[in-house]
C-alpha cells in the first residue's frame, strides 16, 4: 500500500521471517556464534530459547544458510506436535531420505543411522533444527533423546538444536527428563533490543527494503516505539508498519509521534484513540488504519494457527 510512496521496494516490517533482514544485536550475534561454533566442534545437543517475536526462527535461517553446504546437510522441523513415529519420517524427508509406506519406528531410525554413517564418512556433519519446542509431547522429546543416542566412538552422528520459549527450559528438568537436559552441552538464549539496538534495528530494516535515507523517523518517535514494543522484534515490526501506514495517510515522509500513538493505537484495537490521535484527518485515517490492523491481525493469527506461538502482551501505550 505504501511502498511506492516511500520508494520502498518492499514492506520493511513484515511479520514473516527473512533471513535478509537478519540484524545482529550483540545478543544475537553471541547466540549465534554460540550455536555455530556448537555445531562445528559437534557438541551433539544445543537449546536456544526466547520470548515470541525475539527472532529465534530468523536465527536458525540465518544458521542453516551459513553453514557450507558441502560440508554439512540440515534439517528443519517445524511441527512440535508429531508423534515419535511422524518425527523420523519428517527428519528423514528433510534430509531427503526416503523410507516405505508403513514403516516401523524401528526401520525409519535404522535408516537415518545409516545416512549419518554414510554423510559421516563423506565428511559431512548433519544438523537438525526442532522449532517450536516447548510444545512437543514427551514421546516427541524421548526421540529426540534416542537420536542424540546415536554416535560412533568418537562424535555424535547429528548435531540437534532444540528451539523454544522459555518454558521448555522447565519441559526439560521435569521428572523423567534428567537424561535429556544432561545432554544438553550449549543453552544459549535471545532477548529484546536496547533502545539504540531498536533504533538501529529499525533503520537497518528500512534500508534493506531501499529507504536510502527517504525515510526519517524522530528520536522521540524511536523512544515510543521502543516503549511500545519493549524493544521485541516482532512487535517493533508491527509498529513500524502501522506508522508507515500512518505517514503515508498523513502524506509525509517524516514520521513523529503523531504517527507511532496511531499506530499503537490500531494495534490495540482502540479505534476512538485513533481518531483523536489522527487530529483532523478524521474517518480517513481511522478506516484505512482499522483496515491494515484487520489484515495484520489476520496475518498474526493464520502465524499462531501455523505455528503453535502464544499471542504477543497487549501492546504498551
Not at 549419518?116 to 526421540?143: I, Y
Not at 555424535?156 to 528438568?173: D, H
Not at 534500508?207 to 535515507?213: E, I, K, L, M, S
Request: glycine share 8%; with cysteine; net charge neutral.
Amino acid at each position: 500500500m505504501y511502498e511506492d510512496f516511500y520508494g520502498l521496494t518492499e514492506r520493511p516490517f513484515s511479520l514473516t521471517p527473512n533471513p535478509r533482514y537478519v540484524f545482529y544485536s550483540a545478543r544475537y550475534r553471541e547466540a549465534a556464534d554460540e550455536l555455530f561454533y556448537g555445531i562445528e566442534r559437534k557438541e551433539g545437543f544445543m537449546l536456544l530459547t526466547g520470548w515470541p517475536g525475539t527472532g529465534k526462527t530468523t536465527l536458525c535461517r540465518d544458521l542453516l544458510d551459513k553453514l557450507e553446504p558441502e560440508k554439512h546437510r540440515s534439517a528443519l522441523v517445524f511441527n512440535p506436535f508429531l508423534n515419535g513415529v511422524e518425527m523420523l519420517q519428517a527428519l528423514l524427508t528433510e534430509f531427503g531420505v526416503g523410507f516405505p509406506l508403513g514403516a516401523s519406528r524401528n526401520d525409519l531410525l535404522n535408516s537415518l543411522n545409516n545416512f549419518l554413517l554414510e554423510q559421516l564418512s563423506g565428511g559431512r556433519t548433519c544438523v537438525a533444527v526442532f522449532d517450536e519446542a516447548q510444545h512437543m509431547s514427551t514421546e516427541f522429546l524421548e526421540q529426540i533423546r534416542v537420536l542424540s543416542n546415536l554416535e560412533t566412538s568418537d562424535e555424535k552422528l547429528i548435531q540437534i538444536v532444540l528451539v523454544g520459549q522459555p518454558e521448555l527450559l522447565f519441559r526439560i528438568k521435569m521428572p523423567g527428563m534428567a537424561q535429556l537436559d544432561q545432554r544438553v552441552s550449549v543453552r544459549s538464549s535471545l532477548t529484546h533490543l536496547n533502545l539504540d539496538e531498536t533504533k538501529r534495528y529499525i533503520y537497518h530494516r528500512l534500508d534493506v527494503a531501499g529507504a536510502r535515507g527517504r525515510v526519517e523517523i524522530t528520536d522521540r518517535a524511536i523512544a515510543r516505539i521502543y516503549r511500545g514494543s519493549q524493544g521485541i522484534p516482532r512487535r517493533v515490526n508491527a509498529i513500524c508498519d502501522q506508522t508507515l501506514l500512518a505517514g503515508y495517510v498523513d502524506r509525509t515522509r517524516s514520521l513523529g509521534v503523531h504517527q507511532v500513538k496511531q499506530a499503537i493505537a490500531s494495534l490495540r484495537g482502540d479505534e476512538a484513540d485513533a481518531r483523536i490521535v489522527s487530529g483532523g484527518l478524521g474517518r480517513r485515517v481511522a478506516v484505512a488504519l482499522s483496515a491494515a490492523a484487520a489484515l495484520l491481525a489476520g496475518a498474526g493469527a493464520l502465524l499462531v494457527y501455523r505455528t503453535g506461538q502464544f499471542m504477543l502482551p497487549r501492546l504498551s501505550p
